[in-house]
């Protein structure tokens, strides 16, 4: 039991580390601690999907969209690999394969706001705006305390219109 332990200490100090820099936006500091943590533990679902979202942050859109693809190979289905690999192929070009990993997130966490949010982000971008307003209803239907966020997209896509 002790040295199970004391091997998993490690990588959680280190994942807690690379979720402070991250969250406070200091993608180089979060890289090398996330690194550390997959060289010990190459299928970290935690690490993978923090380092991830570092990359797409950093915009290493295909490094952010291989490590998805390798923590949906861990855990399918997982929906926040589902939503990055949907956004990181977006910001490749291919926004309607983006737009699908997104709705598969949708599917597989209908509470979560963050699919609904970049899909109608991606819609709007790419002038498809009544779809980008269904899809925010859907938000508003199925992540409730979302829902002054999502209609205050949807108001300015109706006013737009």
Not at 14 to 29: E, F, I, V, Y
Not at 101 to 116: D, H
């Amino acid at each position: 039991m002790n040295e199970y332990r004391d091997k998993e200490e490690p990588i959680a100090a280190l994942l807690s580390a690379a979720s402070k820099a991250a969250s406070s936006r200091q993608l180089d500091a979060a890289e090398p601690l996330l690194l550390q943590a997959l060289g010990r533990e190459p299928n970290n679902l935690n690490a993978l999907d923090l380092l991830g979202y570092v990359y797409f942050f950093q915009g290493r859109y295909a490094e952010c969209a291989r490590l998805c693809e390798k923590a949906l190979t861990i855990q399918p289905g997982h929906p926040y690999a589902l939503s990055g690999l949907g956004m990181a192929l977006a910001k490749q070009g291919d926004v309607a394969l983006g737009i699908e990993k997104l709705e598969a997130a949708m599917t597989a966490a209908p509470e979560q706001p963050e699919p609904y949010w970049d899909a109608a982000v991606l819609l709007i971008e790419a002038q498809e705006p009544m779809r980008a307003a269904s899809i925010l209803k859907k938000g508003i239907e199925f992540s409730p305390r979302n829902a002054s966020r999502f209609s205050a997209l949807l108001s300015k896509i109706e006013t737009d219109e």
